[in-house]
Structure formats: C-alpha cells, structure tokens
C-alpha cells in the first residue's frame, strides 16, 4: 500500500466526466462495499457480506456496472479492501479484483481497509481539506484483539502515522496515550466499551456512514496519483500467522483460563 506524503497531493478534476473510471471492492467487514465511479457517477452500494460475499460480490458489480450503463471494457482501475479485517472477507475481494485485472488487463490498486474507516470519519466530520486531523482506528479483531491504526489528514490527503498491525487491548491503550489524536474510529471502541478508554478530548465516529463511499474516494484518489500493480502482485493483509487453533490449543487455553472442557 502506498501512502502519499502530503507534497504528492493534487486536486481532483472538478469536473465528474474527468475523473478516472474506477470499480472498487471490499469485503473485510461484515459489510459489502461496491463502488463505481464512471460518467454519471458516482455509484456506492453497502450491503450485507460476511459468508454471503463470495456469493453476492460479482453480482453486485454487474449491477453497479449496469446503473451506469458501462461495460467491463469501460474500467480503467479496479481497487480491493486489502486488508486487515476478515480472513475469509480478505480472500473474496482479492481473488475477484485479481481476476477482473487479469482478464481486462489492469493495474490493481491495494487499499489499506482501516484507511477506510478514517476517511468514512472524516467523511462524517466537519474536517476540511487544509485542516491537520489525526485519528486513532481500532477494528475488532475478535479473540481479545484490535486492529489498529494511527493516520493523520493534512493539506487533502491522508498520511500512516502508525501502520495497521494487530495489538492486544494493553498495547493499543498505550499506543494511544503517545500520539495526540483528535478523533477515534471503528468497532472497537463500541465492541469493548470500558475496557478500552478513548483519549480524552476527542471525537468518537463508532458507525460508518458509508464505506463504499470512502473507498471510492480513496481508489480515485489513487488511480488519479497513477498508482497501481501488477495483478500477480495481488495479496491481501494478513496480521495473524493462523487463523484457526487446533483442538489441543483451544483445550490448553481453556484450562490455562479455568474453563472446564465441555462435556462430549
């Protein structure tokens, strides 16, 4: 993932008929995000996902594609939620965008998923484009973890203060504590509730608006700076080297916490 330094920024086209023709994917969350941006546009769809997305995600963007009268032919950027979030989700939305980019011949472009939820925020917020605005992102990343992030908005786009990474509660409370922010972002902070204490003095965005709609302004943002790679390079973010444990593991972490075995 590339993240610009503020130097990189520049301004959009105003017009709508000049902006990139871009298709974005995401599927990291429990949420469907599909997004088009074309002549017309934009289009933005937020639906349910989870175990459905392998099986809606494709429709979804024939249909997208068709609300806009455009043609697969018609992409000149396909962007996917690379991740971190959901294991399976992760897999959906890199394997169809690597396949679309293959069969039309395109450039990919990775998008940072917990980037998503800081631009959903500011989405929300009265953040304006010269203003300096850092938020703290936490995801959860269920099994008493976060996903987290640090990202600072500056002269109209986005800098990583703290790349994604995956933290125990501990370790992200004191994360927090040593870099100022002005806001915090993402399911954690609901999903926890006191055992995770925002900073004092900032703002809290707990529920996305629209994440297909943060997606997409961060991929045309991408697409416009002639980001882009090669769909053999297309890997999602993974931040657990396992995902799964094995009968004998979850057994000792049962004991190790005293909780008997359940009754066969």
Not at 32 to 51: K, N, R, S, T, Y
Not at 201 to 229: I, M, N
Request: aromatic share 6%; charged share 15%; net charge negative.
């Amino acid at each position: 993932m590339i993240t610009p330094a503020a130097a990189d920024c520049m301004p959009l086209p105003a017009s709508p008929s000049l902006l990139p023709c871009v298709l974005a994917l995401d599927t990291a969350t429990e949420r469907l995000a599909v997004a088009l941006q074309a002549p017309g546009g934009p289009w933005h769809l937020d639906a349910e996902g989870g175990a459905a997305a392998s099986a809606t995600l494709l429709p979804q963007v024939k249909s997208l594609l068709a609300q806009a009268g455009l043609g697969w032919q018609g992409l000149q950027h396909i962007a996917y939620g690379q991740g971190p979030g959901a294991f399976t989700g992760l897999r959906t939305a890199c394997a169809v965008a690597q396949g679309l980019a293959y069969g039309l011949h395109l450039r990919l472009l990775p998008i940072d998923s917990l980037l998503i939820v800081a631009e959903d925020a500011r989405g929300q917020s009265d953040v304006v484009a010269d203003e300096s605005w850092a938020v703290a992102v936490a995801m959860d990343a269920r099994m008493d973890e976060i996903y987290g992030a640090l990202y600072h908005w500056q002269a109209g786009c986005w800098q990583v203060l703290r790349a994604p990474a995956l933290y125990t509660l501990p370790a992200w409370q004191a994360v927090c504590l040593a870099q100022p922010v002005q806001a915090v972002a993402g399911s954690a902070w609901a999903a926890f509730g006191e055992r995770l204490r925002r900073p004092e003095g900032t703002d809290a965005w707990l529920h996305e608006s629209s994440r297909a709609a943060a997606l997409l302004r961060l991929a045309v943002q991408a697409a416009a700076r002639g980001e882009g790679s090669d769909p053999a390079e297309a890997l999602p973010l993974y931040l657990r080297d396992k995902v799964a444990q094995t009968t004998a593991e979850r057994e000792a972490v049962r004991a190790a916490a005293g909780v008997p075995a359940p009754s066969p």
